[in-house]
């Protein structure tokens, strides 16, 4: 029988589903880049022993917190059985695995509570910055400062509305993935300027109100988004496809997961005026 998690019941696993975020990246923080294995999968994309150690945390606490709800993790895809009915955990449990490996601090754990193909909870922390962005889709978002495994105070945040005319524009932009259309995409809003960040932590700068967009106009996947989808919108803002519309996650049939396309709008009225 498909379980079906609502907005309450998701905010009451918030706290044990931020501890288990924050275990994991510890998990990455333990690990010595500098004499770790890096190998490539599949699909050109690494995978670090970090990456496994974090999903191996994260794929236990779950086991414990909701074992009844089915899992799409990116390192353990071959276990997955779409489309899903109901909820599921969304995962990706070393987010800017290139940034990782480079020594670069902005790499994310990625965990998004998906309810009927919409992210419905979202959590992205950033374990060397000690930061994570996190909120429920109706009842709000928050950023918290950890060390370690010590969590802090939570602290609302925002989205902002899109700039007054004549004001610039803050893009968030990728420093690995660049695309054409993006570039053009950022160009057409006025005075825009490019504030360069790593993994998902682009989608927190827009949660917190310190970027206004952030477009992709080239193929992800579905746990590189969801988690900070959840977050913007639970924040005030948007998450949708090239043309503006809804994103859904879960629902395909094949082993792809792939989202061709999105951009998150710290505004949810900037979409209407693209």
């Given at each position: 029988m498909k379980r079906i998690i609502d907005g309450a019941a998701a905010t009451g696993l918030m706290e044990p589903l931020t501890a288990l975020v924050v275990k994991a990246g510890e998990a990455i923080l333990?690990?010595?880049r500098a004499a770790m294995r890096v190998e490539g999968k599949q699909d050109g994309s690494p995978v670090t022993e970090a990456d496994l150690a974090a999903d191996r945390i994260i794929a236990e606490g779950l086991a414990q917190l909701?074992?009844?709800v089915p899992t799409l993790s990116e390192e353990r895809t071959q276990f997955a059985s779409p489309p899903f009915q109901g909820s599921f955990f969304l995962i990706d449990p070393l987010d800017g695995t290139k940034e990782f490996v480079a020594g670069r601090d902005e790499f994310t754990v990625n965990l998004a509570l998906v309810t009927e193909g919409v992210p419905l909870l979202g959590i992205v922390s950033a374990?060397?910055?000690?930061?994570?962005?996190r909120g429920v889709i109706g009842r709000g978002a928050e950023r918290v400062s950890f060390e370690g495994t010590t969590i802090g105070a939570p602290e609302?945040?925002?989205?902002?509305?899109?700039p007054a005319q004549g004001a610039p524009w803050i893009a968030a932009v990728s420093r690995s993935h660049g695309d054409p259309r993006s570039e053009a995409?950022?160009?057409?809003r006025p005075n825009a300027v490019r504030k360069t960040v790593g993994s998902a932590v682009k989608f927190g700068r827009i949660a917190e109100g310190s970027a206004d967009i952030y477009p992709r106009f080239g193929p992800t996947s579905e746990w590189d988004v969801g988690a900070g989808a959840a977050v913007v919108t639970a924040a005030g803002g948007r998450v949708t496809d090239g043309k503006g519309g809804e994103l859904r996650f879960g629902q395909r049939s094949d082993s792809g997961f792939i989202i061709p396309e999105f951009i998150a709008w710290g505004d949810p009225q900037a979409v209407d005026r693209s």
């Open positions: 333990a690990v010595n909701a074992a009844d374990p060397a910055l000690g930061l994570l962005w609302p945040i925002h989205t902002r509305k899109f995409f950022i160009d057409a």
